[in-house]
């Protein structure tokens, strides 16, 4: 939420997609981003995902069903899922939603290299 400024592009709508389980958000800037559930569960910007700093991230596993139940609004900033694993303490803002999806590729693969590293592999 460091980022939030005024210039900050604002979601104009956001759309869960259940079937192929990917929220679609689109922003003032023209920008349409579609953020599948599992992506948005692991890069959660909770403490129990991200630690209260650097070095204490937890990495996850094992996500890759994981669906959102429910999302609710927090004030005109942000907004924060539950996840059908009961995860529901992550409040993405704006900026950070954004740059979940102007880096998704890279962040995708930096993810993948950490499951790989760790011995883990994605369920097919």
Known sequence: ??????????????????GSAVMEISFDDGSVFRLPYEFLRVYSPSAEVRGHGPGQETLQTGKENVTITGIDPVGNYAVQPTFSDGHN???????????????????????????????????A
């Open 1 to 18: 939420m460091a980022g939030l400024t005024k210039d900050t592009p604002i979601p104009t709508g956001i759309t869960l997609h259940q």
């Open 89 to 123: 303490t992550g409040i993405y803002s704006w900026d950070y939603l954004y740059n979940l999806g102007r880096h998704q590729t890279e962040l995708w693969q930096d993810y993948l290299q950490q499951l790989a590293a760790a011995g883990h592999a994605r369920q």
